[in-house]
């Protein structure tokens, strides 16, 4: 059964404090992988896809990373705005028109 | 663009009563998405569709139906609301892309069933 499995479940950092979000996946062949980024009351908002063990992208502090397994999002010198909670979602190869997700990381980020 | 826009925002249903959730997007994506959210677990797929006319049952369809008459709107219909529904729900839409579709999401609604 395709599964991911993100953790922490919570993550608290000072402001600086640099760190990374694990997602681990099982699925049968990946399509690809994306992060979304959710505030509270807000719908999931895309930051990245990554398709290929070794592919890499980044955007202001963040960078994500994929290997066979798992996927790492780096936090670079975070700040309080990047305080959300961060979700991971695979798409299986034969599965394309689907989404499956992980139960994500709540990041607070304190001044 | 308004992206993907939902409504209600909010709406308190008694157990039994009907609603029918909108979602319409304006970016001519052939393919949308009904999710449900609640504390602690994914996001679960509940129907989507790749195109007008066309539906297909998620992960978890019971309660629930769909109809996409035009590319643009794509309602989620409750019927005989119970407590068990009480979530928030999003859309999302996405266009074919060899494979490559990324998904965009509407900001959601939430639903307490009373």
């Known amino acids: 059964e395709d599964q991911v499995t993100q953790s922490p479940e919570a993550l608290r950092l000072q402001e600086g404090e640099s760190s990374s979000l694990n997602c681990s996946y099982t699925v049968s062949g990946l399509r690809g992988l994306f992060w979304y980024r959710q505030d509270p009351g807000k719908g999931p908002e895309f930051l990245f896809t990554l398709y290929s063990a070794g592919e890499e992208k980044e955007k202001e502090r963040l960078k994500a990373t994929l290997t066979k397994k798992e996927s790492f999002l780096h936090i670079t010198a975070p700040k309080p705005e990047d305080s959300a909670t961060y979700l991971c979602a695979v798409q299986a190869v034969g599965n394309t028109d689907k989404l499956i997700f992980g139960t994500g990381t709540r990041l607070q980020v304190f001044p | ?114």
Not at chain 2, 11 to 28: E, F, H, P, V, W
Not at chain 2, 32 to 52: C, E, F, H, N, T
Not at chain 2, 57 to 67: A, L
């Open chain 2, 1 to 114: 663009n308004a992206g993907v826009t939902q409504t209600p925002k909010f709406r308190i249903l008694k157990i039994g009563q009907s609603m029918t959730l909108q979602c319409a997007q304006d970016m001519n994506h052939n393919y949308m998405y009904w999710y449900r959210q609640d504390p602690g677990m994914g996001l679960k797929l509940i129907y989507y569709s790749v195109g007008a006319g066309i539906t297909d049952k998620g992960e978890v369809p019971n309660g629930y139906n769909v109809s996409r008459s035009t590319t643009e709107d794509f309602p989620l219909r409750l019927e005989l609301a119970a407590p068990s529904q009480t979530s928030v729900y999003f859309c999302a839409s996405s266009t074919p892309s060899g494979g490559r579709e990324t998904q965009y999401f509407g900001p959601g609604t939430r639903l307490l069933v009373l």
